[in-house]
């Protein structure tokens, strides 16, 4: 069957089909109310409502399929129900394709001191003025439905690298439950907007297939992986994955959540992964790290005060097709904000080029080496 014949067939929201094969790696197509996911997938992150220093135009221009929301961050500025009255997110952003919306779970987590969690849900302190909040799973749900996102996530409680085993079955414990609220809360179609469940168990093997066999017997559109890049060494993080990823339903999407170098990307989608999303090439090309074909460059560097070449010969974005290295320094170095927009258009154009090209290599049955040359050029993923 033709890649065209599968897309035929997918005619309304959660459909998902797996195209091609090599190895565990699959490349397959999803279907939401904002179109179709060629999978796999990067998904760059627009916390609140926006990608950082760029735009909707930057983002057609560079082939982002979807981009991530934060219901944390959404509801507390400038408020659900702010969003809601003008349309929704997409016609409050202006951006026309698909939209991810966390459930602020990870945010909430991340609060530490500023949180008290309870079996009905989660009492916490703004970070931005300390006022209090309470979030419940079906809270959670029902911001993201004001958001009108297209994957909503379920509210998790997630444990952070070197809890013990006893807080780690308590977090995967109210998980399960709150899940099963979400998806009660949230009837499967209704308005279009498809909910993804979130696997936990922290570093515990035997707990992370616990929290999949208990999540996976409920009817989500699609599965995640969280509870990594939470600290923890990069070799516990790939053991966790490697082992937990093939356990994920076959028929079903596969998210990893917030892991993103492009030797995790890629070890990801080695393990059947299909989805993934991290600040990382936003964040670091506000630092001045700018990832290439040729590896990582750090533009401030003096070598580059003369340099005429563009930043990656091999990358056909904006910033390479019309800046030098020595313009970038320049702008880096004095601190001017289109230094932030320029670095930004390219690493997130390579995030997106690294999945498009995985996609290509999956259907011509050459992953492997596809991932071996990257790795010549970034080192081994330590």
């Not at 090599?22 to 916390?47: N, S």
Request: aromatic share 10%.
């Amino acid at each position: 069957m033709t890649h065209e014949h599968i897309i035929a067939q997918l005619t309304k929201p959660g459909d998902f089909r797996v195209a091609a094969t090599d190895g565990k790696a699959r490349q397959g197509y999803l279907m939401t109310a904002h179109g179709l996911v060629r999978t796999p997938v990067f998904m760059p992150v627009g916390t609140v409502g926006s990608v950082k220093s760029i735009d909707p135009r930057d983002l057609h221009e560079m082939e982002a399929q979807i981009i991530l929301g934060n219901t944390y961050h959404l509801y507390l500025r400038p408020g659900d129900d702010v969003v809601a009255r003008r349309g929704g997110l997409h016609a409050f952003n202006g951006w026309d394709g698909p939209i991810l919306t966390d459930s602020g779970g990870f945010q909430v987590f991340s609060l530490s001191g500023l949180r008290k969690i309870t079996d009905e849900g989660v009492e916490f302190r703004s970070h931005i003025d300390g006022s209090k909040h309470f979030f419940t799973p079906e809270k959670a749900i029902s911001i993201q439905q004001n958001l009108g996102s297209d994957i909503m996530m379920c509210f998790d409680e997630c444990a952070a690298y070197g809890a013990t085993r006893e807080y780690t079955e308590k977090a995967l414990k109210l998980t399960t439950d709150w899940a099963k609220r979400c998806r009660e809360f949230h009837e499967p179609g209704k308005n279009g907007q498809i909910l993804f469940g979130i696997t936990q168990g922290g570093f515990f093997q035997d707990l992370r297939e616990r929290s999949i066999e208990e999540l996976t017997a409920l009817p989500f559109e699609g599965f995640s992986l969280g509870g990594l890049s939470v600290g923890e060494p990069k070799d516990k993080m790939l053991e966790i994955l490697r082992a937990s990823a093939p356990l994920l339903p076959a028929d079903k999407p596969r998210y990893l959540m917030g892991v993103g170098t492009p030797l995790d990307i890629l070890d990801g989608i080695e393990a059947g992964i299909d989805m993934f999303d991290c600040v990382l090439p936003s964040r670091n090309a506000r630092n001045g790290t700018l990832f290439t074909s040729m590896g990582k460059v750090n533009i401030k560097r003096a070598e580059f005060k003369e340099d005429d070449s563009p930043l990656d010969p091999n990358c056909d974005c904006y910033t390479c097709r019309t800046f030098s290295k020595a313009y970038l320094r320049h702008l880096y170095t004095a601190k001017e904000l289109l230094s932030y927009r320029l670095n930004t258009i390219h690493n997130l154009a390579y995030f997106l080029r690294l999945t498009k090209d995985a996609r290509q290599a999956i259907r011509e049955g050459r992953f492997a080496s596809f991932k071996a040359g990257v790795e010549a050029v970034y080192g081994p993923n330590v």
